[in-house]
Each structure stands twice: as C-alpha cells, then as structure tokens.
C-alpha cells in the first residue's frame, strides 16, 4: 500500500471528538501487522508507539491527535485537493507518522530512537480530558524523556514554533425580564451589554515578538445569548469571550491582564456585570535544546509563530522540546469539506523520511549520503 491511499482508508473512517477508538484501532493494527518488534502503551484510546530503543540514541517523538472537527463525509479526491474531514488537521500527519514508523523499523543503523505518540480528544476539550494530558500521567517517565516532539498540526509547511494561551470567560450583563409589550416594566439586559460589547471591539491585537518570531495578543467575543422568547425582554445576556496571548507569562499573569481590560470595558457598564473564567490553558513557553534547533534547520522550512493553542504546551510545560509541522493547511482546519493537498504530504513524508539519515553532532547536522 502507498501512502495517499492508506489516507484515504483513514479519512474513510469517522473519528469525531471521543469517537476515535475505530481509528486508533485501524492504525495499531496497521503497524502491529508490519512491525514485529513494535512496542505498544496503551491508555483508553491512546497509544505510544516506539521502535526498540537503543541505548544513547537520540529520542524524537511524532505526535498527532486522532479527533477531527468537521462531520464525516466519504473523501474524495478532485486534482490535487484530498477532501475528507479531519484531512488537513491532522490525519495527513498521522498517515505520513505511520508511514514513517514503518520506514526507519527497516533500518539497521539508524541515528535515533523513534516513537508515533496517537491521542484522542484534542479539539475543544477541557485539559483533563484531553488524550495526551492523560498520557503524560499514566507515561510520564517515557515522555519526560523525549529529546523532540514534532507535532503534526496544519502549519501550511511551515515550522511553527510556541503556541498562544487561551483563557475562556463567561460574561453576564444583568438586566430585568418583562413582556416585550409593556418594556417599561422592565431592563432589556442586551440594551444593556451594548456599551460592554463596543469598548471590547476597541481592543486591537498587541503584537508580541518572542523567539524572534512575531504572536499577537488577541481578545474577542465569540458566543452570546439572551433569554429565550420572542415575547420577553431579556433579563439576563451571556457572552463567551476568548483571550488568546504570546508565551512570556504564566497563566496568574495572564488572567490579570485578562482581569484589567475587562474591567476597563465594563466600567461604562453602570448595570449588574460580572464574569467567570471557565477554562484556561497556559502557552507554551519556548524550550529549545540542541537538536531542536539542528532539525529545524535541516528541514529548510520557514519559522513563525503558532497562533493558535496547541499541545506543543503540554510537552514544553514538562521539559520537552516541541514544535509544530504538518502538511495541512491551517485556512482548512475545521471546514466542513476540508482538504489538503496530495502534494503537500509527499513532500512532507519524503522530507521526514531523511531523519533516519541524519547525525547529530555537538556542532552540525548533515545526511548521509
């Protein structure tokens, strides 16, 4: 089998958030069947996959998260463009990881350790339930000890390296229900929540440039509500809003400042306004080590920001360094006829192959020939 059909097999099997275990099943068995050797954790519908390890080796880590966005649909394949939900973030990646698991089993006198971390429940989910915030726990020895983690995010072939923090707050605008015929025996909370709702459209993105690249500070408003009925004034408006910032803080910093430009927001607000933070997951401060910077190096891509949460802040957050590259396009992640392109994930696998032929020296990194 080659690779773009065996994407194929993959995109061909739904595997929304906490219904992933048909995919993570079809991959184990994938490479069980082809790698006598492999080496197998398991926790829920997460697995650690690893060659045998060899003693003073080097330990690089590929990493995927086996959750899609989109509902399922069949994939097809129109040009160069790979239809299929989840295809860009990230089940490209996973098809190239096993592919690649398979590739340096085949070789004898490779130059480092290799392991294909597979986890569920990624996107959208609280930390606690997250697949590799659970690996971490129940393997933290084994991933404590990764010498590099290339997370296979969309990166649109880029390398990609921090990622943003991101804080979610429930707003409420109080207010006064009442019969929308009759509003003066009442408070219409929405009325209310405007003034709130203008000063925080002011709030512009704040650029911050760490690791020489460039993240941005960004707040935004990204659900409301209002009480139900079409005959009833509001007593109550509810908002979602979504704090995202630049590595460089730690989370008590971040909800301070969170803390400040919701006050300065709100201090036009002269009714019943409070908020609740209701999840929070930190960013990743940027760990670079030696090899880190060699194989970014060697890969030739461009290096920027991730502006986006990923869980390169798990692996950063205990030590390890990581950084995001994939194939997929990030203007695809989450659509709902989402696609990536054929040619970007041969080129992502024929690049990644070349790690097994490559050393590690105090000063240079160079592929054999």
Not at 161 to 190: E, M, T
Not at 239 to 251: H, K, L, Q, S, V
Not at 266 to 293: C, G, M, R, W
Not at 304 to 327: H, R, S
Request: with cysteine; net charge negative; glycine share 6%.
């Amino acid at each position: 089998m080659t690779l773009i059909p065996f994407l194929f097999d993959i995109l061909n099997i739904p595997s929304p958030t906490f219904q992933e275990q048909a995919l993570t099943q079809f991959i184990e068995d994938w490479l069980d069947h082809r790698i006598p050797d492999l080496f197998v954790r398991r926790q829920g519908n997460n697995r650690i996959f690893s060659l045998p390890l060899i003693e003073n080796l080097p330990h690089i880590a590929l990493v995927g998260h086996s959750d899609v966005v989109p509902p399922h649909f069949c994939p097809y394949q129109r040009s160069q463009r790979l239809h299929g939900a989840g295809a860009s973030d990230m089940q490209g990646s996973l098809a190239v990881f096993a592919f690649l698991m398979y590739d340096f089993s085949q070789i004898t006198d490779r130059q480092f350790n290799f392991s294909f971390i597979l986890y569920d429940a990624e996107e959208g989910t609280p930390i606690e339930q997250n697949g590799l915030h659970k690996l971490i726990e129940t393997e933290s020895d084994f991933i404590r000890n990764i010498d590099l983690s290339i997370v296979g995010e969309p990166t649109n072939g880029e390398v990609q390296i921090g990622c943003v923090g991101s804080l979610h707050a429930q707003v409420i605008v109080q207010g006064q229900a009442c019969h929308s015929a009759r509003p003066w025996d009442g408070q219409n909370a929405l009325y209310n929540a405007i003034p709130f709702i203008k000063e925080i459209s002011k709030i512009t993105p704040v650029k911050q440039v760490v690791g020489g690249v460039d993240f941005f500070d960004v707040l935004n408003i990204t659900e409301s509500q209002s009480q139900n009925g079409r005959t009833t004034i509001p007593g109550e408006w509810t908002c979602n809003i979504n704090y995202r910032y630049a590595p460089g803080r730690d989370m008590i910093e971040a909800e301070s400042t969170f803390d400040s430009l919701f006050r300065q927001a709100a201090s036009i607000v002269t009714d019943s306004i409070n908020y609740k933070i209701v999840d929070h997951v930190p960013a990743a401060q940027i760990i670079e080590n030696h090899l880190f910077n060699q194989v970014i190096s060697w890969s030739g891509a461009k290096i920027t920001a991730k502006q986006a949460w990923t869980d390169v802040a798990q692996l950063n957050g205990i030590g390890v360094p990581a950084f995001n590259f994939g194939p997929g396009l990030t203007s695809q992640a989450h659509k709902p006829d989402e696609y990536i392109l054929v040619e970007d994930v041969l080129n992502y696998y024929q690049l990644l192959q070349g790690l097994a032929n490559l050393k590690v020296t105090a000063n240079q990194i160079y592929q054999e020939n």
